[in-house]
């Protein structure tokens, strides 16, 4: 591709940040000023930070949906010369992880072809299993240790569980639903059954645990669950696709899954699998709770 790069044409030119997390932490912090435009940006940059140090900034910008100038307006405002030097940021040290990402999404591009051979559906099926398989290589290896064991704390310490997931979301609200029933926990599901959802949480205490899952395009229906749950004295539990994502903001602890979408269909194999692990670590930590406890004498 014309505007597409290797990982060896990289310099050593020095940026603004010793490295990409501190530049995305700079992002993170100063994200609510931004224009929509620049918001939309570093959306993107949070979320495809692997391949932004592939493509140029011409492939960039149609990821985004903007001009290249408002690429170049974005890297000025966070310190640097331009797209150039903040894509070094990102290059630096990808070599190992961004080959099986890149080879992947390669894949996709290329599967429909105007004029080429069709392809069986066993064929297809094999492109969603390896994106599947790809997602869950992403998330194994950004998986944060410290924030799964205090997203799992939290759910231990809470008086009640809550659980708040809807549209495409709406299959982790389910399975967790089911998994978490098998807890001693107090557990409620807002479904939105009958649209009740705002009735049922008057029940809701200060301390008890909202875990929210949505996903961009955020569902308006969840985010309100989660303000008002917040506003409420309860603590939240996000699980999104970015630290940029608006239940991030309100959440005391976030996990990130980024399903990997084949044919413009995203998956939600590696957000189940985030869902079931918490399920497990937390059922996991009440068993060795009651294990623990002193056996009453006779």
Same mark, same amino acid.
């Given at each position: 591709m014309k505007n597409r790069k290797t990982l060896s044409d990289t310099t050593s030119t020095a940026t603004p940040y010793p490295h990409a997390d501190a530049f995305l932490a700079a992002v993170h912090a100063g994200f609510e000023p931004l224009s929509r435009q620049l918001k939309t940006i570093a959306r993107y940059v949070e979320k495809h930070r692997d391949q932004l140090a592939l493509d140029g900034v011409q492939a960039t910008a149609a990821q985004c949906g903007v001009q290249p100038?408002?690429?170049?307006?974005f890297a000025k405002h966070f310190g640097f010369s331009g797209y150039t030097e903040m894509q070094a940021?990102?290059?630096?040290g990808a070599v190992r992880q961004l080959a099986p990402n890149r080879n992947y999404q390669e894949r996709i591009r290329e599967l429909i072809v105007p004029g080429g051979s069709a392809r069986s559906a066993a064929q297809l099926a094999h492109e969603v299993i390896d994106g599947n398989i790809g997602s869950l290589q992403a998330l194994q290896r950004n998986l944060p240790d410290a924030q799964f064991d205090a997203a799992v704390e939290l759910m231990l310490q809470a008086p009640a569980l809550w659980l708040a997931a809807s549209r495409r979301a709406f299959p982790v609200g389910a399975y967790l639903a089911y998994a978490l029933q098998h807890t001693a926990k107090p557990l409620h599901w807002l479904h939105g059954l009958g649209f009740m959802h705002q009735g049922e949480l008057r029940a809701l205490a200060p301390g008890d645990v909202l875990v929210a899952v949505s996903f961009e395009p955020y569902a308006q229906e969840t985010l309100e669950l989660a303000q008002e749950a917040v506003a409420?004295?309860?603590?939240? =539990? /996000?699980?999104?696709?970015?630290?940029?994502?608006?239940?991030?903001?309100?959440a005391c602890t976030t996990l990130i899954a980024q399903d990997g979408a084949t044919f413009g269909f995203r998956s939600l194999t590696s957000t189940l699998s985030l869902a079931q692990s918490l399920f497990l670590g937390l059922?996991?930590?009440?068993? =060795? /709770?009651?294990?623990?406890q002193p056996?009453?004498?006779t």
């Open positions: 100038s408002a690429l170049v307006r940021l990102f290059r630096a409420r004295g309860a603590r939240l =539990l /996000a699980i999104t696709d970015s630290q940029l994502s608006p239940l991030a903001s309100l059922a996991y930590r009440m068993e =060795l /709770a009651y294990d623990h056996t009453a004498k």
